[in-house]
Structure formats: structure tokens, C-alpha cells
């Protein structure tokens, strides 16, 4: 029994062993552990060489694999590094890239929601042998509220701390949206004055009687229409 035991004892402690490393490795087989950056993380917690070291940083965004040049290296060269010894780093470490993940699909989702919007137009009373010069209201209001809620998402993203890696895009997008936001709102306030004005010098009366103020309205006019049929046209 005691030779037995002896036996027995190295190997249970082999399995144990193992059984903990093999919960870290679960950890970083994870989709959210894809990135490069992660890997190159590991390699310095682990101080052991995953990737060729003659390769520069031009890559720090991209997959573990992009691009073919992730040297061939096998699971024994994880399991025989100190993982036990640098758990709660790795750990915190696939933490950190599942928040980071759960921010890049949220970032990717408002993209998708914005690769297709379009602007609705439709023409205007009188003014319909101009053409579609005027923005839709329903439909431009509901862009609009989209406009806001994407804005509110944004900022929300860039309040946290797992941006780091695409901040610079974030931001971007978040620029984008409120100019975006910003110019539709200048339109529709033009937009409500040109309508008005039209409607006051469409009629002959108001238009002979100011007849300086209705020629400068026609320059306008003309200008406005001209930009809005070359906004619709793009």
C-alpha cells in the first residue's frame, strides 16, 4: 500500500496540476482571445516566444493568425510555461479581452446600422416640378432619433475603460454621427424657412409688391434647390 501510494501520489499531483492549467487554457482558447495584442501579452507574462521575433508591431490589431506569420508552436509550449505561477494576470488578461470584445461588437453593430441609411426626400406642394427638394419628415425623424441613440451608445463606449485598443475609431465614428446629427439639424431649420418664404413669394400679390426682397428670394431659391437635387443625387 505504501509502494502504491508512492506510486499514486506524483501522479495525482500531475493530474491537479494540470486540471488548474487546463481551466487558464479554456480560458484563452476564447473568440475574445484573438487578437495579436493578447498573445504578444501572454508572451511576456510567460516569458516564452509565440511569434517570430523579427516581425515589428504593424500587426498589433490583427488576428493571432493574420497574415501567416505566427510561428508554428504547440499546446506543450503553454502548458509548460508558468501558467499557475501568472493565473490571476492571465485571467485578468482574458477578462479584460472579453470586455474589449464585448465593446468592439457593440462598435460594429452601430457601423453595420449605418453602412446602408439613407436620406429620405420628397417634393414640396408648388415646387414639385422642381423635384424631391425636401426632406421626408417621418422618415427624417426617425433617422434622426437613430442618430441620437447611436451618439448615446458611443458615448457610453468611450466612457469605458476596454476601449483602448480602437479608441481612435470610436471617436471617429462618434465625430461622424454628431456632424451627421448636427447638419441635419441646420437642414431642416433652412429648410423650414425656405418652405415658408416660398409660400409667401409663390404668390403674385406679396411678390409684385416686394419685388427687390422676391428677386433675392428667386437667387436663393435657385441656389437652395441646386444643392439639395445635388445632395439627393449622391
Given amino acids: 500500500a505504501h509502494v502504491h501510494a508512492n506510486v499514486c501520489d506524483p501522479i495525482r499531483t500531475m493530474l491537479e496540476s494540470f486540471s488548474q492549467k487546463l481551466t487558464i487554457i479554456l480560458r484563452l482558447a476564447k473568440p475574445s482571445m484573438m487578437m495579436r495584442r493578447h498573445w504578444e501579452n501572454v508572451e511576456e507574462m ?3 516566444q509565440l511569434f517570430n521575433q523579427v516581425e515589428n508591431n504593424t500587426r498589433y490589431q490583427q488576428p493571432a493568425g493574420a497574415g501567416g506569420r505566427l510561428e508554428s508552436w504547440k499546446l506543450g509550449q503553454i502548458t ?6 501568472n493565473r490571476d494576470s492571465i485571467l485578468s488578461l482574458c477578462a479584460s479581452a472579453s470586455k474589449e470584445g464585448g465593446v468592439r461588437r457593440k462598435l460594429d453593430k452601430i457601423k453595420s446600422d449605418w453602412t446602408f441609411a439613407e436620406l429620405t426626400f420628397t417634393s414640396y406642394k408648388s415646387t414639385s416640378h422642381k423635384g424631391q427638394v425636401v426632406l421626408e419628415s417621418r422618415a427624417t425623424h426617425a433617422l434622426m ?4 441613440d447611436s451618439v448615446v451608445a458611443l458615448s457610453a463606449l468611450a466612457a469605458s475603460r476596454y476601449t483602448a485598443p480602437f479608441r481612435p475609431e470610436l471617436l471617429q465614428w462618434l465625430q461622424t454621427l454628431g456632424t451627421v446629427r ?4 441646420h437642414w431642416l431649420e433652412v429648410q423650414a424657412l425656405w418652405m415658408y418664404l416660398e409660400a409667401v413669394f ?5 411678390a409684385l409688391s416686394m419685388p427687390l426682397e422676391a428677386k433675392r428670394f428667386a437667387a436663393l431659391d435657385k441656389t437652395w434647390v441646386a444643392a439639395v437635387l445635388s445632395a439627393v443625387s449622391q
Fill in 80 to 85: 509548460r510555461s508558468p501558467l499557475l505561477e
Fill in 202 to 206: 409663390s404668390g403674385g400679390d406679396i
Fill in 145 to 148: 432619433v437613430r442618430l441620437e
Fill in 182 to 185: 448636427e447638419t441635419l439639424e
Fill in 46 to 48: 510567460l516569458d516564452i
